[in-house]
């Protein structure tokens, strides 16, 4: 079963614009997870946050994590054609057996 | 290898036939997972190992699907009696230890006819 829901399902923007997806989530996590995915190929991750962040920082990437919401965001800065892929969200659900639980993901189209 | 390989990449079989998907895993990797992902949707757990053993296998959706790590490096996911609603790309990865990023193969996309 899907455990995150990205929002939105998908965005469309310009080349230098920023991109912000967001990730809402039901249980208890450790961490939560961000990971990329372009056509036909296998997921890259991206970034990593624990439970006991709030923020954290990797490039042109910026994650933040609300545990009170159960929600977190992605964003991409002055975006690239290169970054057009999809983008999911994993936790773990608390387990510290190493599965995780991946949303439907955000589909992210940039215009060059 | 530089990351995880799955072969084949692509598998068209007929209703009812047996297949088997390989992974292999960075060299190293103890934990090993398999995941299956329908168009549009993100991957789902099937079977995750730590070493030679299935430490969770409670995705596997029935008892048609069944995989082994015999020496603890590469896994062969094994699909008994395929039905069309087996059709996804089923994609492995593997990771130093628990809790740590996973790193994706490319998949391997089942066709079941």
């Known amino acids: 079963s899907q455990q995150g829901e990205e929002d939105p399902q998908a965005l469309s923007i310009q080349e230098g614009e920023n991109a912000t997806m967001n990730c809402s989530y039901k249980?208890?996590?450790?961490?939560l997870q961000w990971y990329r995915q372009n056509s036909g190929r296998g997921l890259v991750h991206l970034i990593l946050?624990?439970?006991?962040?709030r923020e954290k920082h990797s490039g042109r990437l910026r994650v933040t994590l609300d545990t009170s919401k159960k929600s977190s965001s992605l964003l991409i800065t002055a975006s690239r054609a290169a970054d057009t892929a999809s983008y999911f969200c994993a936790t773990d659900r608390g387990s510290t057996l190493g599965r995780l639980y991946f949303g439907r993901g955000t589909q992210l189209t940039v215009w060059p | 290898g530089a990351g995880v390989s799955q072969t084949p990449s692509n598998k068209v079989t007929e209703k009812g036939k047996y297949v088997e998907l390989r992974c292999d895993p960075i060299?190293?990797?103890?934990?090993l997972y398999w995941y299956r992902q329908s168009l549009g949707q993100g991957p789902e757990f099937l079977i995750y190992f730590q070493g030679t053993g299935a430490a969770d296998d409670s995705g596997l959706p029935n008892d048609r699907f069944f995989a082994v790590r015999p020496e603890g490096s590469v896994s062969t996911l094994k699909i008994q009696r395929t039905e069309r609603g087996d059709s996804a790309v089923y994609l492995c990865?593997?990771?130093?230890?628990?809790?740590?990023?996973?790193?994706f193969g490319n998949g391997t996309r089942l066709t079941v006819t």
């Open positions: 990865a593997s990771s130093p230890e628990e809790n740590s990023p996973l790193h």
């Open positions: 946050i624990r439970s006991n962040e």
């Open positions: 249980t208890s996590i450790n961490n």
């Open positions: 060299s190293g990797h103890t934990a």
